[in-house]
């Protein structure tokens, strides 16, 4: 009888062996490549995350203003 070999895909799919299996050795670290597109969508997300935070923050400092403005002019006669 005889030994049946396993399939070439089943080999593949196991993994490398060797100094890749371990992660050094055999590639060193990748080099970040930005240019001015992903500067500009992290730009972009920046401001999709953060404009509700900062509308907030700013705009009830203005709501601040406006109420002691309307304050003083209608109680201190300024």
Same mark, same amino acid.
């Not at 049946?4 to 970040?32: F, H, I, N």
């Not at 992903?38 to 997300?45: I, S």
């Given at each position: 009888?005889?030994?049946?070999?396993?399939? #070439?895909?089943?080999?593949?799919?196991?993994?490398?062996?060797?100094?890749?299996?371990?992660?050094r050795g055999v590639r060193g670290a990748a080099v970040p490549?930005?240019?001015?597109?992903?500067?500009?969508?992290?730009?972009?997300? #920046?401001?999709?995350?953060?404009? #509700?935070?900062?509308?907030?923050?700013? @705009? @009830?400092?203005?709501?601040?203003?406006?109420? #002691?403005?309307?304050?003083?002019?209608?109680?201190?006669? @300024?």
């Amino acid at each position: 009888m005889t030994e049946q070999q396993p399939d #070439a895909r089943v080999l593949k799919s196991t993994g490398p062996t060797g100094p890749q299996a371990s992660g050094r050795g055999v590639r060193g670290a990748a080099v970040p490549d930005f240019d001015w597109r992903d500067f500009l969508a992290m730009v972009v997300a #920046a401001f999709q995350v953060l404009w #509700a935070p900062i509308a907030l923050f700013t @705009g @009830g400092f203005f709501l601040f203003y406006v109420l #002691a403005w309307a304050w003083l002019r209608i109680f201190a006669g @300024g």
